[in-house]
């Protein structure tokens, strides 16, 4: 594949990476309808171990064969498909060179009471199973945060140094963040931005409402009138926030809701100049059909066609 | 012995092991009197370890000796023996060659306040020692859980690198977890899921009652009208949620019942697609002769023929 | 990218490797015009090494800057590129992405006088130069033949442990070997069979001609009456010397010859069943635009086209 | 399987071996249709390495691909499969848990000058590879015996830490040694018993002739009588000098010859108390069913039918 | 410091490696009175332990201090100071952070017979003495050459991890290789490119003569009308055979000369584009007055003024 001339910039941004880990960047960025745009579409099904089986995939039973979603990422041409251990374990033969793969390390559970996550996935089975980048989830603002950021930090330079690509999922979460706290623009941008310094490559953090959480924050939101008022500005203030758009940024699709409400979203990160999006139950619970639907109308208006 | 097509179906799905690995789940497949059948019946004796020698073994007294357990175990025709490191120092070079064993690698015991186990074998050992498996319990729900999920993923990456075989009990205990919650439909299931997704090749939990446990889960159960009014049915949705059938899993007995009661679990498990059972206290608290009948009873459903 | 049936079969064939391993096969196997095909035309450049600056680029003195190959590779809609590590440094990061690349581990020199190689490639430097495999060379018949092939054991041990690929050009050298008995028929399979025994996924050797060596093997040709007439039959011979087709064997353009020759020598390796070609001098020595429509016809000619 | 009596018998004398080691002993003794009687029937194929592949497949062409000899082996109810790293990965996962295989670690190739072999299996191959054991060969006599023994040393030494056994095959050669000392009684008994003290626990040599290589030994045999006349007092002689019996000791099938040779001698090693053959040449350069037909002659043969 | 623009461009071309051994390379290339001219003059300092101490310093005795070879280097205004272990750790702390020093890893001497060199500084010793680089010296055409190409790729790839620079010495000599060989026109562009391809950062050559010493050599240099009348050109050659000025090249001073000698040879230097100069003996065995106002002049010439 040629890379594209708007990808080889994206690129040069990751200057201290080895070329090993900005060509699996560049996978990514390559593969899929909205290879070589700049923008990236993201599969994520690490649902069921966050939310259990029935949760996850009673909605859409053929979900319970992890080789249903190696089929949709690459039916509707997504960039990469990110799964915890079990499930890149039960398709990563039968899907070999066919698409990105993210090994999402760790995960929480529902049965859990802290903040934390458990980690299950390791560089070398990253390596074993031909990914791309390893995954991990840190809570800024719980009580484990700091544990959770030195584990991530210990993948991540041993990820770095045998060339794969990291991506961070950073939510706020824990301690004393209210359910408000956890999207508000503030944090959301501080959550992004935590996870570009903690080296991180990809960077998702879910779409920030208007809601401020600090108050120190909010006085210079005030200020400086930065602009929150619509969701493609504040989408902007995160691009912003991870290094003037020198790291990629993509959202997550948030909780369940009608079509129109997803494009629209979808509509603000692309004209937030965000880097893309990563949908897991939007997708993966709607019938085949609705899904791919669903998908190829988020690529057009990646794609400006929408 | 030649792999039935059965059981070089299942190994098939196992697609990112190693032949080492695979071997050595074929050999506890290919075992006994059930061999090739896709279905195993295994003889687990930790029990001295979680409840101490006396509630262990004083029913039946000749269970002291760890020979006893080894010879049951092949005179019955099962698949395998699962037992902690000191059981199965005892008899490995008696036995050699002669019964898949399980090293069990980590124990909880009965004078323990926090819902953990601790871990006194390896790899290593299973390997000296001619172990086709190494053993893990895990406790979703536990304070200790992502503790417990991070030990199995180092020893089980180390496993699997020497071709060596995962099995995972998954048994949700500790946190908020009430004893109903326990074998409730969906933790049961969720326990499953998440053994298969840290990677186990083999996964053992208990078989689930109709009780729910969370209410998220309750509402999505009831919304998408999930079969869970047989035990049968039950299983069944277990089975499902291990991957829709991609990975092997096994039911212990339960608690000890009457022998009907015994037999009726082992059908459901049969019916709703079970890779089979996981016995230990209901046989080796029996007489041999009546446990050897009993073990007979088990297989012959599981053949479908009682 | 989806990989085709051909390739897929193709890649079972490679049983007991992870599937990091084969997606890096894959990936050759699915670039450039060739892509998906199963036949792979590969450009290396490890002529500087062998034979000097001068002798390798004075014909086309663009091909003294590394990135000329890169380019040519890449425009030519060629497989994968090869060479040794200073080569690959300096295109790495410019050209991450976009084409597999193999790192030439070993080489000799015009200067050596014993039939050896010297290592200065790593599994270490593959990965954090995003390299899809590691070449070795190895010389059987050569004094130091043995220690050649316990280098590369070990450096393949740990490349297939971190998901690379191996390829391995296997040239009879040394010893007594005459130069005729260096592309004898016998010796050309013998070459390739000891390269896919220990343990390579590809393997490059020179089209044989219908001189033997050995006078043991040149009974058994002639009793069993193995068709060596035609370069064709050569190749399907060689092919099946490759455990009859499991292993990927590629071709070097041999000697310079006039374009004719090089067009009939590929057409050749295409109806025996080869599985492409491995061209470098006969490339990099010419032009640019008469390598690339050198290369178009080569293509070409592995299309059926010509 | 239980294990029988007889094969208790052997294994107790491996007396410091551990359990896992005498697992994959076991599992040789006792596959096939020889299983449980002490005897072994090993059908090895590292013929395409040592003399080329024309000369070792053009008589049978199926035997280029290496999944017809796993299908031999196993068809014809033999106890183990040895080969070399590629043939073994070539076949490993499709015929996983299904027959012993022992990986040829070492092998001489036809180009080589001096009396020595290279190195391309490990221990660490065999373990993700699902084999009972290491095989390696030894040249007693040769220039390069003691690197040799060294080499075999090292591996042992790791393979039986990991449970795995120690095939060895021990023939003299290089040095002043003659072509008919090769095969000399006192060589014969002299490389069994080196191959016995340097740690293996099966050893391979030759059926050994009549012939006196050593005047010191032949000096010795006449003085103290030792019965040499008949190949089974000679067969008898040889188990003897493997530690009266304590190691098993296989006969290679020699140089091709007709039929009722293989079976005399056959008989002689059975009745010299010898524990097997190794079969390579003779079996699977006839066509498969004559191939079927002389190895189902040679199990009859050890058990005592023929 | 701020880096020159030449400077940068010239640090672009290590395109794989770490901002941290370009941090090394930059600090070489702005040091000293030529700091930021893309031109470095360095002096060496390995003659003692190369001819001995009365050969090296009898001329001027204060050089036996390992002080007062620091001392000339800053006071001189070069580029970087290059010497073994010992000499290195008699000044590191005196002058820490005064000048860039290359720990000379390497060192033949006097009293060996073969075409080899003793390892005595290593990748952990030049980071805890502050060195910007490590020096090895490679001898192509030598017996040897393949182990010291093992040698130094092994301490290469190590310093690069570390984000140290790697400085290789590369000289044709041993095997056939005549004395005018050694600096024959077509072996000096050979060595440097051989030392470019095993990833040295910077490469020192002795400036070549217009003697050719490969036949298949000459005759391509004289097809192709390579220039290498004047010095200059063939300057201009080697630096063409560095990957096209990709990499830095320094030449050695050569044998001692007058002084008008050195001069026209740096000028030969800097007009074939040369890298800067690396001269030892012709400067610390004169007076260090004279030595100073030589260095003078020399960097006048790099900066054009003479």
Chains 1, 2, 3, 4, 5 share one sequence.
């Not at 993201?42 to 649902?47: E, F, K, M, N, W």
């Amino acid at each position: 594949m040629k890379v594209t001339q708007r990808v080889r910039k994206i690129l040069s941004a990751y200057e201290s990476d080895s070329p090993g880990t900005k060509a699996n960047i560049a996978r990514i960025l390559m593969q899929g309808r909205l290879g070589g745009s700049g923008k990236v579409l993201i599969l994520p099904v690490d649902q069921g171990v966050e939310h259990g089986p029935a949760r996850s995939f009673a909605a859409n039973p053929v979900g319970y064969d992890p080789h249903y979603h190696y089929k949709l990422a690459i039916d509707a041409g997504l960039s990469a498909y990110a799964a915890p251990l079990g499930f890149i374990e039960a398709g990563a033969d039968s899907f070999a060179g066919t698409i990105p793969t993210i090994l999402k390390c760790n995960s929480a559970n529902s049965l859990s009471g802290n903040k934390d996550q458990g980690i299950y996935g390791s560089v070398g089975d990253a390596l074993r199973l031909g990914c791309s980048a390893i995954g991990f989830t840190i809570y800024p603002g719980s009580e484990d945060q700091y544990e959770m950021i030195e584990e991530i930090r210990e993948l991540s330079e041993e990820a770095k140094a045998v060339g794969l690509a990291v991506v961070v999922w950073s939510y706020p979460r824990g301690g004393n963040i209210t359910t408000e706290g956890e999207t508000a623009m503030d944090l959301c941008a501080y959550a992004a931005h935590l996870a570009c310094q903690i080296g991180a490559h990809i960077i998702k953090v879910k779409p920030p409402t208007d809601a401020m959480y600090l108050d120190a924050a909010k006085k210079v939101y005030e200020a400086e009138n930065i602009d929150v008022a619509t969701l493609s500005a504040r989408i902007a203030h995160v691009v912003q926030s991870c290094f003037n758009g020198r790291r990629l940024v993509v959202f997550s699709g948030g909780a369940a809701k009608d079509l129109d409400g997803v494009f629209d979203e979808v509509r603000a990160v692309r004209d937030g100049g965000g880097n893309g999006s990563i949908i897991g139950r939007n997708t993966f619970q709607r019938p085949r059909e609705e899904a791919l639907k669903m998908l190829d109308s988020i690529i057009k208006i990646y794609q400006g066609k929408l």
